[in-house]
């Protein structure tokens, strides 16, 4: 998934091992049904951490 991206685009402190495991454990049905069914989400407010929160913990402009 993000072999194919140019080099620097991810963070230096993550391989593509390592960005594909987080991506999948943010980006799951698992977690949009207990954000829905358990926290009172609506689906839009998932869409939306979902638009944030991969990049934020993914690419290289993340601020440490």
Do not use: H
């Not at 207990?34 to 407010?45: A, C, E, L, M, V």
């Amino acid at each position: 998934m993000f072999s194919g991206w140019k080099p620097g685009v991810l963070g230096d402190w993550l391989d593509v091992a390592t960005a594909v495991d987080i991506y999948a454990g943010l980006c799951n049905v698992d977690v949009y049904r207990t954000f829905i069914d358990q926290r009172g989400w609506s689906p839009g407010r998932v869409e939306e951490w979902w638009c944030a929160t991969p990049a934020r913990e993914l690419l290289a402009s993340q601020c440490q």
